[in-house]
């Protein structure tokens, strides 16, 4: 019954943002889920990834491998360990920072073609592009 109407319950831009990625993420290859998530936590010191909901201390880990803006990377180690459920944490506390890390999102998304079928990535492409609305 709960979850009946919480899917009735309106959902914000920034919510649905959130949640189009996180099934993205669920969708993607490996190879692509890494660039998802280098791409997400390359702009965001370690210390701040901290203060994340439940995932802020593996994202705080993955980030602060190495301290080096440029020299950072996502092993394949790493995307075993993060589920969906952190992805949209993740999203949720970016957006709330107002990084302009969607943008660039939307255009990997946008080049990738192992998401070209995937309903979410076209849904997240609709939202960012007006005439894709239509």
Request: some cysteine.
């Amino acid at each position: 019954m709960e979850s009946k109407m919480l899917a009735r319950m309106p959902v914000s831009r920034s919510d649905l943002i959130s949640r189009l990625v996180g099934e993205i993420y669920g969708e993607a290859p490996e190879k692509l889920r890494t660039r998802l998530l280098e791409h997400l936590l390359r702009p965001v010191s370690p210390y701040t990834l901290i203060a994340i909901p439940g995932a802020g201390g593996m994202f705080a880990q993955i980030r602060g491998r190495n301290a080096e803006w440029q020299g950072f990377w996502v092993e394949p180690a790493d995307i075993a360990k993060v589920a969906v459920r952190d992805v949209i944490a993740l999203l949720e506390w970016l957006q709330r920072l107002r990084t302009d890390s969607i943008p660039g999102l939307v255009a990997l998304v946008k080049a990738s073609p192992a998401l070209a079928e995937c309903p979410a990535a076209m849904a997240l492409l609709a939202l960012h592009d007006p005439q894709l609305q239509a």
